[in-house]
Each structure stands twice: as C-alpha cells, then as structure tokens.
C-alpha cells in the first residue's frame, strides 16, 4: 500500500500571503489529521477529519482551516501568513480514532 | 488533561550500547500508547505499539511494555547502532474523548538520541 503522501514538501511564502497543502491518506483511511512541528513548540495538534467532518481542532487562530473531501484526501490553508507559521506540517491518516496514525513526510514552510 | 512526559534529552551513546528512553503519562480514560521515530528532514514513522495494560509492543529490536501501575511506556533497546540515532516520540490516544483528547494523538516533546561509531 502507498504511504500517505503530501504536497508541496518545500514552500516559500512570504508574510500576508495564503498558502494551500493537501494530504492524500493511505487507501482506506478516513481519518486525516494535521500536526503543525516547530522547534520550539513541539508537535500541536491542528485538526482532524472523518468522513469529511471536522471532529475536533486545535488552539489555533482562524487563520488556519482545513477540509476532507469525499475520497478522504485533505487539504489544509493558511491565511494571511506570519513569520511564526514558519514550521513542518504533518499530516497523519488513521483508519479512524484511536488507531495509529500513520504520518506523510510533511510540508516544509518557511515564511520570510 | 491528557499529558506525556518523555525524558530530557539529548541522549548519546556508543554503539551496542543499551537505549532506554522513559516516558509517563497521563489520561483520563484507558489509552492506547505509541512510540514514533522521526529521522532528520522526515515524517513521523510508528515504531512500536500497545493498546493495553502488559502489552509489550515491539519491532526493529526496540520493546516497550504499557505499564498501568507506574502509568509508563518506556522504551528499550538492548543494543542501538548508528542508524538508530533520531528524535524518538512518545504518544498516546485516548478512547475515551475525555481530557480533551479526542480524536488527536498527545506527544511528548521527543527526545534527541545519537549513536557514536
């Protein structure tokens, strides 16, 4: 089975911009989740979906939101990006909660 | 809420050395524990599982037993090689929902190990 796979791995934005990842889950997953990895912060949990619901969210501004679509993959957006949301974003497909989830290799942004 | 306290790292040690990393947690329900291993530039890969009390989950010469007495999942290797140096994390879900864990993994804040030739 193909892993979960994210795209783009590298994003350069600069401050005030919108940036858009997206998150395909292993077959048959329908649980996506996203994490948000920082040095300083840790792994902080954004939000996860289920059969393109929200179920739960993060402590995170409004800036950032997400979404399911009905074949499972995900997508994530940022708006009006801050030099803080420079970090790893991970997303993790599980085929529903409490199961391991299994993670992408994460999008790198790095916002200047 | 729902917490996991990994050790401070970084830790370093020579090859076959013996690894232990010690991770405790808290939840409100019955959890079920991971262990992630997260190489440099890389996602998190699941290294080891256990969704019980005196589970012992395994895999890749790594081994960690759920503990409900000392609320632990501490991590073991008995003989760690170069290869095995990255940042190891440790997790817990909680099926419960309560303590504000539901439907996300809690992480330790992951520990550092490098292994020296």
């Known amino acids: 089975k193909a892993g979960v796979t994210q795209t783009p791995r590298y994003l350069i934005k600069t401050r005030g911009q919108q940036v858009t990842l997206s998150c395909s889950p292993i077959s048959g997953h329908r649980s996506v989740s996203w994490y948000q990895q920082t040095p300083g912060q840790g792994l902080q949990f954004l939000f996860e979906?289920?059969?393109?619901?929200?179920?739960n969210k993060g402590n995170f501004p409004g800036r950032f939101s997400g979404r399911q679509f009905s074949n499972s993959r995900s997508e994530m957006n940022v708006s009006t990006l801050e030099l803080g949301d420079s970090a790893l974003y991970l997303c993790a497909s599980s085929q529903d909660y409490p199961y391991e989830q299994y993670f992408g290799p994460g999008t790198r942004l790095t916002v200047t | 809420g729902n917490s996991v306290t990994q050790m401070e790292g970084p830790v370093t040690l020579s090859e076959e050395a013996f690894l232990t990393i010690n991770c405790t947690y808290t939840?409100?329900?019955?959890?079920?524990l991971f262990w992630y291993v997260q190489y440099p530039g890389e996602g998190l890969q699941l290294l080891l599982k256990a969704t019980k009390a005196d589970d012992k989950g395994s895999n890749k010469g790594f081994e960690a037993t759920y503990r409900k007495e000392t609320t632990s999942f501490h991590l073991e290797k008995g003989s760690v090689q170069v290869s095995d140096s990255a940042v190891y994390f440790c997790a817990l879900s909680d099926p419960s929902g309560r303590g504000g864990s539901n439907y996300k993994l809690t992480f330790g804040k992951g520990t550092l190990l490098t292994v020296n030739p």
């Open positions: 939840a409100t329900g019955y959890p079920s």
């Open positions: 979906y289920f059969s393109e619901t929200q179920r």
